[in-house]
């Protein structure tokens, strides 16, 4: 493969690094990805022997990676990478992929979807749809997540898809249940919620009978999303509360835990909302979530009528480092806070930037909400802060005293 080829096939690397400043940790994490990546390239490309010849090579791919000081996950990642080609005296795909995998992955950890979304397809362009059938299919379904991420929703159900088809030749349920899922997302970002509710409920129906509680478990969360965004927010959180049980990722949990917030607020339980917001700022694994957390604090302070914590929330959010779902959230929540807060002119700029932008990204859920928002500038009355009625409190109280006993467990 020739030198430009090679360049191309890690594009997003060249980009971030471009972006970034030599002195960052950012520009060294990158770099040594990259490096690592085209080694792996010319191990596959030209053979084992072209790197145990080329000791130089693997030294300064080494060196980059030791230059990663600030990140001791990554570089133990990108060491066990190099140890494989440097070890092997036959490409074993079998040992290389779960490190790949590992790697895409922690790049997930930092909201880093378009790396990500190139490592996993480099796992895919390299290994075989039947044979390595199991990999294959983990890269699918990942790759649909982050193309999800960056806005492509097209390409993310195509990943999904083949994801279920290859699940489905070689008879691996789980694959092709959580490939169901995922094309259950992208209905749901495209507002089809009939249809991911069907999806969902053939799925949830079909993980119970087989015992699989972590599909179950994510089929019911997002279920309860779909709830959600239909207006029936107790059931939502019940659905939630029953995934947050089966759950055993801690990261799923955290997830999980943001609806569950989300739908107490939508629903007027704003202490037990504001609690679970908090916990997650403080506790959640991924940056995806703390950035959600903030999003949604930010939201629930305006409808509380708390202008400077919203606009502490407003202005502690990098809007450049947002992938594209999480900024059209952001243009449409600092739009309906404004709204809230009486500042109309404020509310009308922001919704209107997040029509636009949600047009030209095909998230025609967030359209329709922009546009219901947009029709209701200048029309909103000043907000009261519900409280919690008899009725919901025997249906969902219980939930609530849970969320408020662990916020004051871990002191925030």
């Known amino acids: 493969m020739t030198e430009s080829?090679?360049?191309?096939?890690?594009?997003?690397?060249?980009?971030?690094?471009?972006?970034?400043?030599?002195?960052?940790?950012?520009?060294?994490?990158?770099?040594?990805?990259?490096?690592?990546?085209?080694?792996?390239?010319?191990?596959?490309?030209?053979?084992?022997?072209?790197?145990?010849?080329?000791?130089?090579?693997?030294?300064?791919?080494?060196?980059?990676?030791?230059?990663?000081?600030?990140?001791e996950k990554?570089?133990?990642?990108?060491?066990?990478?190099?140890?494989?080609?440097?070890?092997?005296?036959?490409?074993?795909?079998?040992?290389?992929?779960?490190?790949?995998?590992?790697?895409?992955?922690?790049?997930?950890?930092?909201?880093?979807?378009?790396?990500?979304?190139?490592?996993?397809?480099?796992?895919?362009?390299?290994?075989?749809?039947?044979?390595?059938?199991?990999?294959?299919?983990?890269?699918?379904?990942?790759?649909?997540?982050?193309?999800?991420?960056?806005?492509d929703i097209s390409a993310s159900l195509a990943a999904y898809q083949t994801a279920g088809n290859l699940s489905q030749s070689v008879g691996d349920l789980v694959g092709v249940l959580r490939a169901r899922i995922g094309e259950a997302k992208g209905a749901m970002a495209r507002g089809n919620l009939p249809q991911a509710r069907e999806i969902l409920d053939e799925t949830i129906e079909r993980a119970s009978r087989n015992g699989l509680s972590a599909v179950h478990a994510m089929a019911l969360h997002d279920r309860s999303s779909v709830s959600a965004m239909g207006g029936d927010y107790e059931v939502a959180i019940k659905l939630a509360y029953e995934a947050l049980d089966l759950s055993e990722s801690a990261r799923e949990r955290d997830r999980i835990l943001g609806d569950i917030a989300t739908a107490f607020m939508n629903l007027g339980v704003h202490s037990a909302a504001r609690d679970a917001y908090l916990i997650l700022v403080a506790t959640a694994q991924e940056q995806y979530m703390r950035w959600v957390a903030t999003l949604n604090l930010l939201e629930l302070t305006a409808s509380e009528g708390e202008e400077l914590l919203f606009e502490q929330y407003r202005r502690s959010i990098e809007l450049g480092a947002l992938p594209t779902e999480l900024k059209a959230q952001y243009w449409l929540q600092s739009g309906t806070g404004y709204e809230l807060l009486g500042k109309h002119t404020e509310a009308r700029t922001f919704l209107e930037k997040a029509l636009t932008f949600a047009e030209e990204n095909e998230l025609f859920q967030v359209v329709f909400q922009a546009e219901i928002a947009l029709g209701n500038v200048g029309q909103t009355a000043t907000p009261t802060v519900p409280t919690l009625n008899a009725v919901v409190e025997e249906r969902v109280g219980a939930i609530a005293e849970r969320l408020r006993q662990d916020r004051q467990k871990i002191g925030v």
Not at 51 to 63: L, N, P, Y
Not at 95 to 115: F, I, N
Request: glycine share 4%; with cysteine; hydrophobic share 45%.
């Open 5 to 71: 080829a090679r360049r191309l096939k890690h594009l997003p690397f060249f980009e971030e690094i471009a972006s970034r400043d030599e002195a960052t940790p950012e520009w060294r994490a990158a770099t040594a990805g990259l490096v690592a990546l085209r080694l792996v390239d010319a191990w596959i490309d030209d053979g084992p022997h072209a790197i145990a010849s080329d000791d130089w090579g693997v030294r300064s791919v080494r060196a980059s990676i030791d230059e990663v000081d600030s990140n």
């Open 74 to 151: 990554l570089r133990i990642i990108l060491n066990a990478v190099v140890d494989v080609l440097e070890c092997s005296t036959a490409i074993d795909l079998d040992v290389l992929a779960p490190r790949l995998m590992a790697y895409g992955q922690l790049l997930e950890y930092d909201s880093k979807w378009s790396l990500a979304n190139d490592v996993y397809a480099s796992i895919i362009a390299h290994t075989h749809p039947v044979q390595e059938a199991e990999v294959a299919t983990q890269a699918h379904l990942r790759r649909g997540f982050c193309l999800r991420q960056l806005g």
